[in-house]
């Protein structure tokens, strides 16, 4: 059979295998052992196991629980009721005022928690009340917040970023490093957006109404220092190559506990809360890349990646264009699965292409990362579109609405990094060189 | 049998935590170690052996808790009248598939015993020992399904029914994950 029957007889059963309600991790290894059964006489029993056990017994993964516990930790102390109160006196001087902490604070918050859902509805729950009782544009607010939680998974640590380091096996460290530039570029260009619109339309932007001398800013907002020094620190460390991605997890969950510590948020119930939480999101991610290894190797049997790679090679195709199409399916797929599904399911296939096409794997995580978050604020079925419905009651289309200027953003955001690629390559590269 | 089962699975969940504990001990005492220019050889590879025997002594209780993600999408759009025939589908399938997986996992471990293979790295131990915990926490993981295989097949709503939710409904915390 050729690659491209088999190809789509293995894309239904992914199909229907997800559509029906299978759990993900299944659904990759039913299609996984349909391809090798189908097409080949290896013995597929023996190779899942042994995908299985190599993958979750990889160095590289020890970082993901760690991160993920340290999110947990953070989660469960005063961050988020402290996000309004600590940025808000900061900004009332910026054109747009008070709008802004939504960009901050997801980029804070969402930096420790790595899911931009979990982002959009902590912030949002504090700010948007906060923001409306004082009358700011509503499309605005939600606009700048749906899309401010995408930004978050650019800055390290980033629990998307580790999925994908680890499912197409490229250094997690070099990955972190290489979202700091992008992920300080879209929030450059969202904070001048709405700078920009704030002066335009003066009308769309009350008084301030915040006087605070610099000694009760610094006491407002002291609490979400340390919480903003453990960022830098692990970023720190990882960029000076002092630690490893693992290492410095270790001493984020280290600084996380003694932040909640500090705070007095740390109970017995709370470390324990935090503790079981991680567990079960690493044990569904560890689960989900297990079965993606399998997949890989599974479809390496098919024949489909070699394929394809060859039709990129031989086609002499234009890597802009591979990355319009490719743009194109991860934009479908995330209508109705979330970033990390889509980043396990598709790496298999498309990374021997993007090997192919000549494109650097740590640009290629850092554009897929924006389009995988592109795609959960895009109508009609973008992911945190609905979540922001059930918090503000507005209907899908006045909040798709207010996400459009940010969603271009994005677009826009991507055009650079394709234009310059130095964008995402640059700091990795000194690290490198260092 | 009821209180056996979920005493299992609470362990399951403790098990799996207490690796990753022990996980992130190891790396912090790896990391303080090296501060005062000691070395402590393997590390590393323990540290992921522990990750593994977290990762899969945990799944049954990430089960129970609605952890494993999916797509409801479509499945809770459905008529109601086909709600219970499409969940008993769902977990005949996971129940079959991870069934074969756990049955793998085993003969995989009685290999590496039988053909004594050693993990490579600094400090050599015997293959089986990291493994086993594996196939232990596949097989949790089957009995997880089959149990709410069995449940469903009663008539009963499934174990993780409680925590999905669908994001249109409105209802409800979205985990942070």
New interface residues.
Partial sequence: MDPVTVGIVLTVVLLV??????????SL??VG?VGMMMFSSAPV??I???K??EL????A??AL??F??M??IL?RTQLSANMFSGLAPWLTRLPGRLMHTNVLGCGIFAAV???S??TC??IGRMSLPELKKRGYDEKMSIGSLASAGALGLMIPPS?IMIVYGVAAEVSIARLFIAGILPGLLMMFLFMGYIAIMSVLQPSRTPASDIAMSFVDKVRNSWQLLPVVILILGVIGSIYGGL?TA??S???G??GALLIAAGSRTLTWASFTES??????????L???L?ASAFLSTAMGFTGIPRFLATTVSDMQLDPAMLLVVLTLLFIVLGC???G??VIVLTTSVVMPMIAAAGIDPIWFGIYLVIVVEMSVITPP?G?NL??L??LTGRDIFFIAAGCLPFFLLMVLTVVILILVPEVATFLPDQMYSN | MRPILEQFYRLSGAAGALCFVLMGLLIVAQIVSRLLGVYIPSSDDIAAMFLAAGSFLALAYTLRHGGHIRVTLLLHRLPVSLHHPAELLCLATATFVTGWLAYESVWSVYYSWFLNDYTIGAWPIPKWIPQVWMAVGLVALFIAFLDDLVMALRGRAPSYAAYEHDPRSGAGEVPNE
């Fill in positions: 295998a997800l559509a029906a309600g299978i759990w993900v991790a299944v290894v039913i052992a029993g023996s899942a196991a042994t299985f056990w979750s017994s990889s160095i993964l020890t629980p760690l993920i516990w999110g947990e989660f928690s790595g899911s859902t979990a509805v902590t629990i630690a693992t290492e997890a270790a001493v969950v280290v503790l079981m939480a991680a567990t079960r999101t690493s044990c569904m560890a689960l989900i297990s109705f699965l979330d990390v599904s079925v992911f609905y979540v419905q059930s």
